[in-house]
């Protein structure tokens, strides 16, 4: 799929899925994001630190987040409907966060920013089935964090769906994460997780974190 049917296909996609449904009833809802929160955590950042949230669609991380006193906090989704129904949650808090609407295969303001500290991304990366959107992927995860930022993706797992929202994914063990982002990042933390939808299935992912080494 080219990048132009991409940009106008998944949005779509996504906007449809955030405007049919509430929030707390989507497949992908969690009320209290506990693992990514316990991740963050250990990684010790400055509450100054810039975290950018992939994909955040209308996560509770960020509601979490400045609730802990973080002030760096960027959000970022190909969906507009994902985000503002985000940012009608935070209500006057939307004006601490930097929202960015862009599709992360094709980034223009992204890129323009200044270096990260955090790239946290669930979710987001096991959409992402053909090897050149992979590719285009972690190129910009490269370009956008900083020596010594960290690295936190959950994506599904080798025994997780095959399928999500009606699309195909792409699962992960730790081996495949490790080879692709490669020597310039070191794992620090990997584990299997069983997350439980609002409709009461599971879904099996990999929370991974890994520290930003060297730049080549």
């Known amino acids: 799929m080219c990048s132009k049917l991409r940009d106008k296909d998944l949005s779509q996609h996504w906007d449809k899925a955030y405007d049919k449904s509430e929030v707390e009833k989507l497949g992908w809802y969690e009320e209290d994001p506990v693992p990514s929160l316990e991740l963050i ?7 100054s630190a810039r975290i950018l949230n992939v994909g955040a669609g209308a996560s509770t991380l960020i509601d979490s987040l400045l609730r802990l006193g973080y002030t760096g906090l960027i959000a970022n989704d190909i969906s507009a409907s994902a985000l503002q129904k985000l940012k009608d949650r935070l209500g006057d808090d939307k004006n601490l966060v930097e929202w960015i609407v862009e599709d992360l295969l094709a980034p223009k303001s992204l890129l323009e920013i200044d270096a990260i500290d955090l790239w946290h991304d669930r979710a ?11 590719i285009a992927y972690f190129q910009t995860l490269r370009q956008m964090v900083k020596l010594n930022g960290q690295v936190i993706i959950a994506a599904f797992n080798l025994d997780g769906a095959e399928m999500c929202s009606g699309l195909p994914v792409y699962r992960y063990n730790l081996n495949m994460l490790e080879n692709t982002l490669g020597d310039d990042f070191k794992v620090e933390t990997s584990f299997n997780y069983t997350y439980i939808q609002p409709s009461g299935n599971s879904r099996e992912y990999i929370y991974s974190s890994f520290i930003r080494q060297k730049v080549t």
């Open 124 to 134: 987001v990366l096991h959409f992402f089935t053909k090897p050149e959107q992979r």
């Open 41 to 47: 955590s250990d990684l010790d950042l400055k509450k």
